[in-house]
């Protein structure tokens, strides 16, 4: 049974940064990309960035670029992604997901597979 | 960026009844990076349909999904209490980033 775990919600004022955290097992972390999404209330989820596992690349939004870092403690099998520079309009649920991408015989299929429970992080002053 | 659009944005049916959710592209998605997902009330997303028309693990025959292009659409054959939530389509592209329709709510 594949599972993602997250941290607990956030509470945080407006300029600060937030790290959410999401653990996992050692054979998910390392052979799977972990992507980030968040999804603000009545929206569908937006996609923030991933971490390719072999060569740690990130690939980012350019939206969330330069406000946007995703990490990996490989010796507790846990992803995090921390955004600064928070505003009112980060206040969102954020969720890890884990992407499944492979070969097939008519090209490549890609999907999200498996997602954390969610953190809410609330932006307020 | 690749935009998806959704319709109708909510559906009110009844157990029992068939519900066909539609997703268009504004570009050309290929067959293997189209997705469904579905999200009931204080849960995450939870796949549904991959590869426009792979069912995920568990997932039951009535949900079916099709299309190609920039026209896909998700078909739910007989409508269970469970099936009511929210429905959105995803896609992969080419590159980043990889966005989400606004949703489907089905609803009784």
């Known amino acids: 049974q594949v599972q993602l775990v997250q941290s607990g919600a956030e509470v945080k004022k407006p300029g600060a940064s937030v790290k959410v955290s999401c653990k996992t097992s050692?054979?998910?972390?390392?052979?799977?990309?972990i992507n980030w999404l968040r999804q603000a209330t009545g929206q569908g989820p937006e996609w923030m960035g991933g971490?390719?596992?072999?060569?740690?690349?990130?690939g980012y939004s350019q939206k969330f670029q330069g406000r946007l870092t995703l990490t990996r403690d490989t010796s507790i099998s846990t992803a995090y992604m921390e955004l600064s520079s928070l505003t009112s309009d980060d206040t969102a649920i954020y969720y890890c997901?884990?992407?499944?991408?492979?070969?097939?015989?008519?090209?490549?299929?890609?999907?999200?597979?498996?997602w954390g429970q969610g953190t809410l992080v609330t932006v307020s002053s | 960026e690749i935009v998806l659009t959704q319709s109708p944005r909510t559906l009110s049916l009844s157990p029992g009844e068939r519900a066909t959710l539609s997703c268009r592209a504004s570009?050309?998605?290929?067959?293997?990076?189209l997705a469904w997902y579905q999200q009931k009330p204080g849960q995450a997303p939870s796949l549904l349909v991959y590869?426009?028309?792979s069912r995920g693990i568990g997932i039951p025959g009535r949900f079916e999904g099709i299309g190609s292009g920039t026209d896909f659409a998700l078909t739910i054959s007989r409508l269970e209490p469970e099936d009511f939530a929210v429905y959105y389509c995803?896609?992969?592209?080419?590159?980043?980033?990889?966005?989400f329709g606004p949703g489907t709510r089905v609803d009784v």
């Open positions: 050692e054979h998910t972390l390392a052979t799977y990309e």
């Open positions: 570009q050309n998605v290929s067959t293997g990076y």
């Open positions: 971490m390719d596992p072999k060569s740690g690349h990130i």
């Open positions: 995803q896609q992969f592209g080419g590159s980043p980033p990889f966005t």
């Open positions: 590869g426009v028309s």
């Open positions: 997901a884990r992407r499944r991408s492979y070969n097939y015989t008519l090209g490549t299929l890609d999907y999200f597979d498996y």
